[in-house]
């Protein structure tokens, strides 16, 4: 199998075609439509070059850069014709990053590539198409048979390409669900769920027909597309009012799951939903429990959720925390229970917990001695969900930022989820925008950028004007 990681001595075509890439940006749209002879010399010859790991690698790096890159759009469509078939795919990427063309220009190039004989190629084709959105519905029935592939990773790319295409994948919902048959379903279950959830209102008869199949498998991915699809997925009411009779445990809690978010259309299911809170196992309790609020807004079993706390199973415990930080000041009476949490052996517990306090507000104040603690915990999750909660308890910002300000210097998701809840806290954190704005110069990578953009904007919006951000 060829792996496309390209030799070191492809580094100096990367800096050639960056340092190209910035000036060309600069100009304005009249220059931008001159050739620039230097660059063709320097950079884009790479496209043709003999070896197909550099062709491949320019062609990633120009759709990293995306619009950007439209200097290079005529060379990229004269690489479709590519001799390499992984190349012509990641062209294709290219294209579609940099010039957004009909999908009529490259679905050719990539419904061939689903045929090829080596995997990574059809794999990679998937991942492509799927880039597409409802715009590559036209290749929805090549998807569709590439579900029946030999190998796994090209089956698990054609699945998330149809719920990436979404309502317009909706005639392939059967031939998902029949992957339930598949060798392997406990590997593509969740996207395989993920994906059928995508395709909307189109799909729920054949959902709904599914959650009274012999097949636990096809039942169980059924039940948790349609509570993926909220109150789109009312037509299927009365089939999830029965699942929650049904002999697995693990599709019970997922037909409360969907009713609950179906909400107030689903409230003929409210007096078995109400039946299930006595249920044998504790996740499906929590479930009925909180689906009964999200549809009559009802308080009644909040004790339960409280108790679920101290459940033996750590996944009802904290599916109890999270059903409590949705409920925010409906769940004050479990303030107390939510503070004893915090000490819960289990760190994704203790997360959810400081969430729902923070959710509950100024009414969870008796929970502040509990949560100082947690913002020198070495779990830094748990201290940033600790110092925002505290923020929300208290109205106070000063020592919270203390704590959220040394998690900007991390490179992974806890400094996304930082400045997130740094711009949340608003013009109270106007001390941290120096470090905000040195980041966002700094910082390349999309998500963080993105993050950081927003938090200014919150926290000064003038001063958001004055760098470019809308």
Same mark, same amino acid.
């Given at each position: ?21 910035? !000036? ?46 439209? /200097? ?8 479709? *014709? ?26 050719? $190039? ?53 719920? %990436?295409?979404?309502?317009?994948? $909706? ?22 769920? =993920? ?86 196992? =504790? ?6 429990? /909180? ?7 009802? $308080?009644?079993?909040? !004790? ?28 004050? !009476? ?15 517990? *203790? *997360? ?65 989820? &930082? ?9 109270? =954190? ?20 993105? &993050?950081?953009? %927003?938090?200014?904007?919150?926290? %000064? ?10």
């Amino acid at each position: 199998m060829r792996v496309y990681l390209g030799p070191f001595l492809f580094v100096g075509g990367i800096c050639l075609v960056l340092s190209a890439a910035v !000036p060309v940006a600069a100009q304005d749209k009249k220059q931008e439509k001159k050739k620039d002879p230097g660059f063709q010399a320097d950079g884009l010859k790479n496209l043709r070059h003999p070896d197909a790991n550099i062709r491949y690698q320019t062609a990633a790096l120009i759709a990293k850069q995306g619009p950007r890159a439209k /200097f290079a759009v005529e060379e990229l469509h004269e690489a479709l *014709q590519d001799t390499d078939p992984l190349v012509r795919v990641k062209v294709a990427e290219a294209l579609w990053k940099v010039e957004r063309p009909s999908p009529s220009v490259i679905l050719p $190039t990539l419904q061939r590539a689903l045929k090829d004989k080596n995997p990574e190629v059809r794999e990679a084709a998937c991942e492509a198409i799927g880039m597409l959105g409802g715009k590559g519905k036209a290749a929805v029935p090549a998807l569709t048979l590439a579900l029946k592939d030999e190998k796994l990773p090209v089956v698990m790319a054609a699945v998330s390409a149809l719920g %990436d295409i979404g309502p317009s994948a $909706t005639e392939a919902a059967p031939a998902l669900l029949q992957l339930a048959g598949y060798a392997d379903f406990i590997i593509l279950e969740p996207i395989v769920g =993920a994906a059928l959830g995508e395709m909307g209102e189109g799909a729920v008869p054949e959902l709904a027909a599914a959650l009274k199949e012999k097949s636990a498998n096809r039942r169980r991915a059924a039940a948790y597309a349609l509570g993926s699809m909220g109150p789109k997925a009312e037509g299927a009411t009365k089939p999830l009012t029965g699942a929650l009779g049904d002999e697995e445990w693990t599709i019970r809690s997922l037909a409360a799951r969907a009713l609950g978010n179906i909400g107030i259309r689903a409230k003929l299911a409210l007096p078995r939903l109400r039946e299930a809170t006595d249920d044998k196992n =504790a996740q499906v309790r929590v479930r009925a429990a /909180f689906a009964v609020w999200q549809i009559a807004a009802d $308080t009644k079993y909040v !004790p339960l959720l409280s108790r679920s706390l101290e459940d033996e199973d750590v996944a009802a415990r904290e599916l109890a925390c999270r059903a409590l930080a949705t409920m925010a000041t409906d769940a004050k !009476p479990a303030s107390g229970a939510l503070c004893k949490a915090l000490g819960d052996k289990a760190p994704s517990v *203790q *997360q959810a917990a400081a969430q729902a306090i923070g959710s509950i507000g100024r009414s969870a104040k008796d929970c502040v001695v509990s949560l100082r603690p947690l913002l020198q915990d070495k779990d830094r999750t748990l201290r940033l969900h600790a110092a925002f909660a505290l923020w929300q308890v208290t109205g106070e910002a000063k020592e919270s930022l203390k704590a959220l300000r040394p998690l900007l210097a991390e490179e992974d998701a806890v400094q996304v989820l &930082a400045v997130e809840k740094i711009g949340a806290i608003g013009p109270a =954190a106007r001390d941290l925008l120096p470090d905000l704005v040195r980041a966002y110069r700094e910082e390349d990578g999309e998500a963080i950028r993105r &993050a950081l953009g %927003d938090a200014i904007k919150k926290i %000064d919006p003038e001063l958001a004007g004055k760098l470019g951000l809308r």
